[in-house]
């Protein structure tokens, strides 16, 4: 069970540098009229469900949570609402590089903390540490650090064109 969790946990990362690599390729699949980013949003949902059983199958939960678990679990899910709140699905979902405009935003916690979604999910795993076992998240974590690195990057012409 333990190698089948692990691959789970792993699992939305090679989908991610794909899309992130090769945007046209993702473009171009979804086809005409389709929005890339809400595609890519329904698929990475599904890819998350099979994320979380993957960690839920390896997880024992006791009560009540450590008191670390509730500020550290509270703010690296506002971390995550407050960059879905400022950059909606488009921004999300890798927009930009299928094409799309999306506004800068400059706004807490952007320019405060570089990459501030993984941040917060790394947060939010870390304050899990009391029921999931330390490899799991460590695992989850170092491919949160893979896409930073992955991102930190981009070639403007490597941009998807939109299909008309």
């Not at 692990?6 to 929005?35: A, E, H, M």
Request: hydrophobic share 45%; with cysteine.
């Amino acid at each position: 069970m333990g190698i089948l969790a692990g691959i789970g946990v792993l699992l939305p990362f090679p989908f991610y540098y794909l899309l992130w690599t090769y945007p046209q390729s993702w473009v171009n699949l979804c086809g005409k009229g389709r929005d890339p980013s809400k595609v890519m949003a329904l698929v990475s949902h599904f890819i998350k469900l099979i994320q979380f059983v993957s960690l839920f199958s390896v997880s024992s939960f006791s009560w009540p949570p450590p008191l670390y678990f509730w500020p550290v679990f509270a703010f690296g899910q506002f971390l995550n609402f407050r960059v879905y709140q400022l950059l909606g699905e488009s921004g999300t979902y890798y927009g930009v590089r299928f094409g799309k405009n999306i506004p800068w935003v400059r706004e807490f916690p952007f320019g405060f903390i570089k990459d501030p979604q993984y941040v917060g999910s790394i947060m939010s795993l870390v304050a899990c540490l009391s029921w999931i076992p330390f490899q799991y998240i460590l695992l989850w974590s170092l491919g949160y650090l893979f896409m930073i690195h992955i991102e930190s990057t981009e070639d403007v012409t490597t941009r998807a064109k939109p299909l008309s």
